[in-house]
């Protein structure tokens, strides 16, 4: 036997089985979205790599160890996208979307080459938000407060969400300067990582997930101490609004995030039901960026989510799978007009979800399909019905009784049948 060819570790096919609860997801992602007026942005998965290095930043864990990038046979250097931000931002400046605020959505894979775990794949699935041209608090509540309306649909409990300001850049400098001291201060407890980072991007000591470090960051000089007044006020007004929606949150002032553009609001929905990775959704403020990409200085802010996260989340229970109907045809002449028939039925009832058997076999052994395929009713095709213009139906689920209708009248039939509680 020829050799197997499997995927590659951490890119994962999605099955039909889990297919529903994908399209669930995507589909409450996309309704909620259109209510608040984002429109739908698909940019290409790679990009020149220029792109992410001078975006995400060259001193973080996704362009120095992460990503995938390669030279193409014309000499270029190119990268699978690893998040979706940089992308729209180079689109936006690239097609004029900037003369007036913008509310963008995307959504699709993003390739990262992490030590694939829980949580953590290498190519896996973000939908996210950019809104740009608005620089106040009101639009930085208006996208937490769309993402607590997509958990409402999705019927996602127990997220707490965490936020955080990172104030502006010269505010950010300032920080910067008083969080070395502190770490130089503490040199011999810091991890290698973290010793490395002190020189390069010391910020993201702050974010360091190593335990043994958790004493020596909490007594770190806070960030919030070295706000501006417009900053403040900026955050200030933000925590107003989300207490006036109800929204519980907390304030963390080690909340950094690992991609370089952020400043001012940053946030992170998080869930303990996860392990390690809860984080599910993050975002913030990239004031920047698009001036930094060689746009006009526009206010941008943002966020994307993990599906595979989400996904483990969502109750499927819920979600309904499988078609409507099971055509199960016996007798020559019934199986020889079974697709035939079932094109006439849905073209009849365009919101039927109908499947044909195909390829014969016994009543036994059709039916045997008809339950293993999740339809709520066989229509049920032989010889004698055939003859008689009519069609049986016949409950699946609840072991009801097969009753015969003329063909014609199986709309209405069908009808009763979902008006029964049926579909
Ligand atoms: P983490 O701290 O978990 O590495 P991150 O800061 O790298 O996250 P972002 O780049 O902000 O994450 O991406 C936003 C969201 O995308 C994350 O909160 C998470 O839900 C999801 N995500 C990021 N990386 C991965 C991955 N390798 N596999 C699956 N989901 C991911
Ligand atoms: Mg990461």
């Known amino acids: 036997m020829a ?6 570790r951490g890119m994962h096919d999605i099955l039909p089985a889990q297919a529903p609860v994908w399209q669930f997801l995507e589909d409450q992602a996309r309704a909620v979205l ?41 000499g270029d250097q190119l990268a699978l996208r690893p998040e979706g931000t940089a992308s729209c931002v180079r689109a936006a400046i690239e097609h004029s979307l900037l003369d007036q605020p913008q509310r963008i959505w995307y959504s699709g894979p993003m390739f990262r080459r992490e030590r694939p775990q829980r949580g953590r794949y290498r190519q896996f699935h973000q939908i996210g938000v950019e809104v740009f041209g608005l620089d106040g608090p009101d639009i930085d509540l208006e996208v937490i407060l769309l993402t607590r309306q997509l958990w409402r649909t999705l019927g996602l409990k127990d ?19 008083a969080l070395v001291g502190y770490l130089e201060a ?44 417009t900053t403040r006020t900026h955050f200030e007004t933000l925590c107003a609004g989300l207490d006036a929606a109800g929204i519980a949150y907390q304030v963390n002032p080690r909340l950094v995030r690992g991609l370089d553009y952020y400043n001012r609001t940053v946030f992170e929905w998080i869930t303990d039901a996860l392990g390690a990775q ?43 799978t499988g078609p409507d109907a099971y ?34 076999g016994g009543f036994k052994s059709q039916f045997k399909k008809a339950d293993r395929s999740g339809a709520r009713v066989a229509l049920v095709l032989g010889d004698d019905e055939l003859d008689q213009g009519t069609i049986g139906i016949k409950p699946l689920r609840d072991n009801g009784e097969q009753r015969n209708v003329a063909i014609d009248a199986l709309p209405e039939a069908l009808t009763d049948f979902a008006r029964g509680g049926g579909f």
């Open 3 to 8: 050799k197997k060819i499997q995927a590659i």
């Open 34 to 74: 259109e209510r608040y007026g984002y429109s739908e942005l698909r940019t290409p998965l790679v990009e020149v790599t220029e792109l992410f290095k001078r975006s995400i930043g060259e001193v973080t864990d996704i362009v120095e160890k992460e990503m995938y990038s390669f030279e193409d046979r014309g």
């Open 159 to 177: 997220l707490r969400l965490e936020i955080n300001s990172l104030g502006d850049a010269d505010e950010r400098a300032q920080y910067r300067d």
């Open 186 to 229: 503490h040199f011999d407890q810091l991890d290698g990582d973290s010793q490395k980072r002190l020189t390069t991007n010391p910020l993201r000591v702050l974010d360091s997930k190593n335990p043994d470090m958790r004493a020596l960051i909490a007594g770190a000089p806070n960030l919030l101490d070295h706000l501006g007044d």
């Open 278 to 320: 809860g984080t599910v959704c993050a975002g913030g403020r990239y004031d920047g960026l698009v001036a930094q990409l060689g746009g006009r200085p526009t206010p941008a802010v943002g966020f994307a989510m993990g599906l595979e996260r989400l996904i483990e989340l969502i109750d499927t229970s819920r979600i309904e």
């Open 327 to 360: 055509l199960v045809a016996v007798g020559e002449r019934a199986q020889a007009d079974a697709v035939r028939l079932a094109e006439r039925l849905r073209e009849q009832i365009p919101a039927l979800r109908l499947l044909c058997h195909c390829g014969g």
